[in-house]
């Protein structure tokens, strides 16, 4: 069957580590895949967006990388502060004509000062 | 981007009634949809709003539970029809100015308890 998975339910590091979360597939084929943020009580908010054909993008302290080969995305929050501290999800569309996007189950990220 | 609300932004029901959500987008989008998000869950989309015409759902849900309206490109309702508590959860929009690919911008979220 068809799964995406975030290893991790939560991941607790401490202030100024960087934090690598882990996003892998199974039986899809994306053309995109997409990381968002998502804080208590509020609908998530878009932060990246890869292509099949993009290994690595960046935005400031934060870097995605996308490895169709292993079917898995790494998101990397360098120099973590507590104010990064909120589930993050990654998000799969099928291929480039897909009519829906797949969301893992998240992974609630905590940065202890 | 659009920004989006929603209303209610929470709700405690009784088992049987129905509850209409309205999500509002401050400018003309192509795109709309419908999610749910049960506690401790990934999001699960629920349905495509469709301006004019009837909305697309997804394997699982159907119009007779979750009728959804999108008169205009900046309006859009969700009803959850005879509600029971396996409904509670939390219902989002969101919008696209592309298709579901595209990025996508969620408004608030509405949680409903069933009791």
């Known amino acids: 069957s068809q799964k995406i998975e975030q290893n991790s339910e939560a991941l607790n590091i401490q202030e100024g580590k960087t934090a690598t979360l882990t996003c892998n597939y199974t039986n899809y084929s994306p053309a995109y895949l997409q990381w968002y943020r998502q804080d208590p009580g509020r609908g998530p908010v878009f932060l990246l967006l890869i292509r099949e054909n993009e290994k690595e993008k960046r935005k400031e302290r934060l870097k995605v990388t996308f490895d169709t080969t292993l079917k898995q995305s790494l998101f990397h929050i360098t120099a973590s502060q507590p104010a990064d501290s909120a589930t993050y999800l990654c998000?799969?569309?099928?291929?480039?004509?897909?009519?829906?996007?797949?969301f893992g189950s998240g992974t609630r990220l905590s940065i202890r000062p | 981007s659009a920004v989006i609300s929603q209303k209610p932004s929470r709700d405690i029901c009784q088992r049987g009634t129905s509850l209409t959500i309205q999500c509002q987008v401050d400018s003309q989008v192509t795109m709309m949809f419908w999610y749910r998000q049960q506690p401790g869950q990934s999001l699960t989309l629920i349905a495509t709003?469709?301006?004019?015409?009837?909305?697309?759902?997804e394997s699982g849900f159907v119009i007779d539970k979750f009728p959804i309206s999108r008169p205009n490109l900046t309006f859009s309702t969700l009803t959850v029809s005879n509600m029971s508590p396996e409904d509670s959860s939390i219902y989002l929009c969101s919008d696209s100015s592309g298709g579901i690919t595209d990025t996508q911008y969620f408004g608030p979220g509405t949680r409903l308890t069933v009791l």
């Open positions: 998000a799969l569309a099928v291929d480039s004509s897909a009519s829906k996007i797949i």
């Open positions: 709003a469709n301006q004019g015409s009837e909305a697309t759902y």
